[in-house]
């Protein structure tokens, strides 16, 4: 089977792991469930940056423009506090904002803490680049991306990832293929197309 290769940016916002005070484990863990996650060929840009929006816009501009990241995911910098300004520079480099992201991850964490309610996490769009704050946590990481299971651990409600495909595919982006036991990406019939099938053919 052939698919798509996509390219990834995984971003990490702290003033204190940028600083080398402490490891940053969102970015491994995330990489590491992206890559149980999906069929795709991955290849990861990622950097850990300090909590300065200057700096944070700077890396998504980049990266959406000159890299070309089909899906740049940050960790971190999301909450009220006067650093945590990732959402801050997220909607500047924006062409649109995808509000649905930001309400379904708040909706998936009140499941877990009252304080999700805090939390600023926004999507948007930078030229064919979707762009997700998530939260910095592992655990919490994999709960938003990866939907609710029940005790015996099957898929009770979806998380995010089940749209990020058809989303990816609307503005241009390759052919994101998930692997179904972790979480099945939602498309219309219109849109699917067979298993590893490949890149679609130009016209």
């Not at 052939?2 to 003033?15: H, M, R």
């Not at 300090?50 to 980049?62: G, K, M, S, W, Y």
């Not at 991306?145 to 990832?161: F, T």
């Amino acid at each position: 089977m052939s698919y798509d290769t996509i390219k990834i940016g995984l971003l990490s916002i702290s003033d204190r792991a940028s600083a080398g005070i402490y490891k940053d484990e969102g970015l491994p863990s995330l990489e590491a469930w992206l890559r149980r996650a999906l069929h795709n060929p991955i290849t990861i840009v990622s950097k850990v940056i300090p909590d300065e929006q200057p700096i944070i816009e700077a890396t998504l501009r980049a990266w959406a423009d000159d890299e070309a990241c089909a899906l740049i995911l940050t960790t971190g910098g999301t909450g009220p506090a006067p650093r945590d300004v990732t959402p801050d520079a997220t909607l500047a480099v924006a062409d649109r904002v995808m509000d649905g992201f930001g309400e379904r991850m708040r909706q998936i964490s009140l499941r877990f803490v009252p304080t999700a309610i805090l939390s600023r996490q926004v999507a948007v769009i930078r030229k064919s680049s979707l762009i997700v704050n998530l939260p910095g946590q592992p655990k919490a990481i994999q709960e938003i991306l990866e939907g609710l299971r029940n005790a015996d651990g099957v898929h009770v409600e979806p998380g995010i990832m089940a749209a990020i495909p058809y989303c990816v595919d609307l503005i241009g982006g390759p052919y994101i293929e998930t692997v179904d036991e972790v979480i099945k990406a939602f498309r219309p019939k219109s849109a699917q197309r067979p298993p590893g099938s490949g890149p679609k053919p130009t016209p």
